[in-house]
């Protein structure tokens, strides 16, 4: 499909993406993120999504940027993912351009949507804070370990922390029916959820029975400590490829509370999952409230005895009004 692209004064042309694209997105990516990009892995599931349209940008036939724009908190937010420009292309004005395009064709499709969100974790400068407001923020700690190495440590850290006596708080793993009731109790929403936002991953979600759903479709570990009021709460994804290398994984935790205790027990409590079956290395994210980053850090590098592979770093929802 072709869209009309008079209004924008460009050369490019903008179409929507299909499979037969995803060689040409691959070759543009390369490299993205120091080869930590989620799309390869997500790119046809997203081309299947209902509420989603992934758009490309093309010069002379050849596809030169993409941006996917995601529709939820009940048809009133455009989350704008995926934006990349191919590196030939860079510093033209093209991200904008699309950026551009993709409003309009947002405007004309969904005319209830009133706010662009979107998450970054570049530095953000004052052109940005005068394009958007700054929702909310969580730390990012990186780590990395080897699946089968970390398996064989595992029983022997968790009897550590319970010998220890004072580590490991409780956790349970919720079923899929428990998921909207708990995750939308006041308690959650209003005492740990940063900003009121379901972060998971990279996709921020208000906590409403709609974004429930659309998150109920994915395979995620929700855990809580306990049922009846939480006090932390957290979800996992299953690993999933990536481009660094053959036999390389994500892991992406999204911590909610505030708490030291829980935040280690939780973290125990995914790896674990993830750890008993599997092969290949893990790049991990854990997503969390900023100020446990420091004591996290040491916990991953000294306890868990992972490698950390990057220095804090800091995850940032944004948001703007969409004029009419
Ligand atoms: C970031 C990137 C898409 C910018 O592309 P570009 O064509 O060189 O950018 P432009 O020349 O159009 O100028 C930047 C515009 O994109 C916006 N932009 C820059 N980085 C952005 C980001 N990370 N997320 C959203 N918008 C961004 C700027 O605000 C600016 O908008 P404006 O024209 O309204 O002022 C490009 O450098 C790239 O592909 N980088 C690697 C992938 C990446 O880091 N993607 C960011 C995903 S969060």
Request: neutral net charge.
């Amino acid at each position: 499909m072709k869209f009309d692209n008079k209004t924008l004064d460009t050369e490019m042309d903008f179409i929507v993406a299909t499979d037969k694209e995803f060689g040409e997105v691959i070759a543009m990516s390369k490299g993205i993120y120091g080869g930590l990009d989620y799309l390869p892995s997500r790119y046809h599931s997203w081309l299947k999504d209902a509420n989603r349209m992934v758009i490309l940008a093309r010069k002379d036939g050849k596809v030169i940027a993409l941006e996917s724009v995601c529709i939820i908190d009940d048809g009133e937010t455009m989350l704008v993912e995926g934006l990349r420009v191919a590196p030939s292309e860079r510093g033209k004005g093209v991200a904008g351009i699309l950026q551009k395009y993709c409003i309009q064709l947002v405007k004309e499709k969904y005319p209830n949507v009133k706010i662009i969100r979107l998450t970054r974790d570049d530095k953000l400068g004052p052109k940005d804070f005068r394009k958007y407001r700054l929702i909310t923020k969580q730390g990012i700690l990186l780590v990395r370990f080897n699946v089968k190495e970390l398996r064989s440590r595992m029983d022997d850290i968790v009897h550590m922390l319970e010998e220890a006596g004072s580590e490991l708080c409780p956790t349970v793993i919720l079923e899929r029916e428990e998921v909207k009731n708990i995750i939308l109790s006041m308690t959650v929403s209003n005492k740990l959820l940063p900003s009121k936002t379901i972060i998971q991953d990279w996709q921020p979600f208000k906590p409403i029975e709609s974004n429930l759903n659309l998150l109920l479709k994915k395979d995620l570990h929700w855990i809580v400590d306990n049922k009846q009021c939480p006090n932390f709460a957290s979800l996992c994804t299953f690993p999933f490829r990536i481009p660094i290398g053959d036999d390389w994984f994500y892991l992406n935790i999204d911590m909610f509370g505030k708490d030291l205790a829980h935040i280690k027990s939780h973290l125990i409590a995914h790896l674990h999952n993830h750890t008993q079956n599997g092969h290949g290395n893990i790049m991990c994210q854990i997503f969390m409230e900023p100020s446990l980053w420091e004591d996290m850090a040491y916990f991953c590098k000294h306890v868990i005895c992972v490698e950390i592979a990057k220095g804090y770093t800091e995850q940032y929802l944004l948001e703007s009004d969409l004029h009419p």
